[in-house]
């Protein structure tokens, strides 16, 4: 798999701190196949592992879909709205993708004779199906290198706003912090042009022949469209474009629609949700997956998040009632169990009181195994169960692979959904080939063909129609909180209570009180994200800081 290559690189404090130094001199470094390879995996070490983006966990206890268990950790900086130059959880990430664009820089260099080192040592006619399949490999990775920045910038202008563009490591300002900001609309522009420049020469799926099959995990044609179609809906929406341009919307809508043609796919109805996050179902036998991250199989999904009342399990990450009330009902309600005849979405991600988890039914009444009174027991009343496998041996050590979905054509439908409503309403097709309505209502089909038609016509009420769809649909996968800065709602939405439900036994039944867990507070300056101040220092007043720091 080409991420054996690229795990040897992440477990350093460095990704580049490696046997091959990137800052040693060119005659220096061997010039063979084995090296370029290893450039070229280089560029991807820095990607963010979803599993493992905050607190060793995910992201979501940031927004208001989850509530962490532990008393301390990192997450506590955005819960209570104390970010800060000194104190930013995410500052690592600068650093990383910062590393990221310039070992693709580099790589970009120092393959230039790539060509030339591809002959050395080897017989390039007798063996010509290999030394052509490396011709194309090395195609491949300098466009890939392009993606690759354009994907780390997509990410650094999405936390910090404006940010530094590093062209090329032979700068004369080779430190990032001594380059100025480009504006936020600059450096927008600067990825569409890395896209639109080198996405011809990208292979469009690595899956399609053997010969090439051990390569899948790489950035392809699908992938760097949806880059560009994710940057262009964050850059349309309110904090990016206050002033509401219309061309910004329409702008993503068209480069969403030429994903979804470049697809040619249809989400099937009544589709799998649970199944598809479980294990390495999303790998490649989907069409729905557009890009994922892999990393060798490990249980530190399932021992983060497991029940505390599961042997080896801490609780972690727990969804809160703001989440479960989102799901709609699909039947008659019931007033003994609450999450009957629910969006299927909500069994396939949440653990809630009387499912069936690990084997027994999760209890957690006073005196139940899972007694909410426990020490380090959820707060919330839930569980996580999206994207963990039911019954892993945690105290016999039991392993297995995870893929962190980084794109996957669900959010394309409903990003090309949104970009329409805004541009031209929900069922104008403007010359493309769906409506916003017809893309949104592909999506709430494949999840269930009961779920009710969203029929309104009204702009603003299809837009709160696609809000909540997009917080069911993508619930847990890194997109709530950033959509909520994006669409400005976060000092509503994250200054209110985290709330849970409290539970409690009636004869054979049980009853539910919704409950305030945690007190929440999200401060207008933390639409964006501060540089560290050690940045600010350092780059002798070329970088300025964001308002309010």
Not at 183 to 202: H, P, R
Not at 511 to 516: A, G, I, K, P, S
Request: some cysteine; glycine content about 6%.
């Amino acid at each position: 798999m080409v991420f054996t290559a690229i795990l040897a690189f992440t477990g350093c404090e460095n990704f580049l701190d490696t046997k091959i130094d990137i800052y040693d001199t060119p005659e220096n470094i061997a010039t063979n196949r084995g090296t370029i390879w290893s450039f070229g995996f280089a560029f991807y070490a820095p990607m963010t592992y979803g599993f493992e983006a905050l607190d060793n966990n995910l992201f979501a206890a940031a927004s208001d879909e989850a509530q962490q268990t532990a008393a301390t950790g990192n997450v506590y900086y955005f819960n209570k709205g104390t970010i800060t130059a000194d104190a930013n959880p995410l500052s690592h990430l600068y650093q990383n993708y910062y590393e990221g664009i310039r070992a693709a820089n580099f790589f970009l260099e120092y393959a230039k004779n790539g060509e030339y080192m591809m002959q050395l040592n080897r017989d390039t006619i007798n063996n010509a199906v290999d030394y052509h399949r490396d011709l194309l490999s090395l195609k491949w990775f300098r466009a890939e290198a392009n993606i690759a920045k354009a994907y780390y910038y997509s990410e650094l202008i999405k936390m910090y706003g404006g940010v530094p563009i590093v062209i090329s490591t032979m700068d004369k300002d080779e430190n990032v912090g001594q380059i100025a900001r480009s504006s936020y609309d600059e450096v927008v522009n600067y990825i569409v042009t890395l896209i639109d420049t080198y996405k011809g020469a990208l292979q469009e799926d690595f899956r399609n022949s053997s010969n090439i099959s051990d390569q899948d995990g790489r950035f392809t044609l699908a992938a760097a469209l949806a880059i560009k179609v994710r940057t262009l809906l964050y850059a349309a929406s309110p904090l990016n474009n206050p002033s509401n341009d219309k061309a910004k919307w329409e702008r993503a809508a068209s480069a969403a629609h030429d994903l979804i043609v470049y697809k040619n796919y249809t989400m099937p109805e009544d589709g799998d949700y649970e199944y598809y996050f479980q294990r390495s179902h999303p790998l490649n036998n989907s069409d729905e997956t557009i890009f994922m991250i892999r990393r060798n199989n490990n249980n530190v999904l399932e021992m983060n998040n497991y029940p505390i009342a599961t042997p080896g399990g801490k609780s972690g990450v727990t969804p809160s009632e703001n989440l479960v009330s989102a799901y709609e009902y699909i039947g008659p309600q019931d007033p003994d169990n609450p999450y009957a005849n629910r969006d299927p979405r909500l069994t396939a991600s949440i653990v809630t009181q009387g499912s069936t988890w690990n084997g027994r039914e999760i209890d957690q009444s006073p005196g139940g195994t899972d007694d909410m009174r426990n020490a380090n027991a959820s707060k919330t009343g839930y569980y996580l169960k999206k994207f963990m496998t039911d019954e892993l041996n945690l105290i016999q050590g039991e392993e297995v692979q995870h893929q962190w979905v980084v794109f996957r054509y669900a959010e394309v439908l409903l990003n090309y959904a949104e970009a329409m409503n805004e541009a031209y309403g929900p069922d104008v097709l403007s010359g493309y080939t769906l409506t916003a309505r017809q893309a949104l209502t592909q999506v709430r089909r494949s999840a269930s063909t009961s779920l009710p038609d969203v029929i309104t016509t009204d702009v603003v009420e299809f837009r709160n129609a696609l809000k909540h769809e997009r917080r069911v649909e993508l619930a847990f996968e890194d997109h709530r909180y950033w959509d909520l800065l994006r669409w400005k709602d976060a000092e509503t939405v994250l200054n209110l209570p985290l709330k849970g439900v409290s539970i409690l036994q009636a004869g054979s039944n049980y009853t539910y009180q919704v409950v305030n867990v945690a007190e929440r507070k999200f401060l207008t300056r933390n639409y964006y994200l501060p540089f560290s101040r050690s940045e600010i220092v350092n780059s002798n007043g070329k970088l300025v800081q964001n308002s309010g720091y």
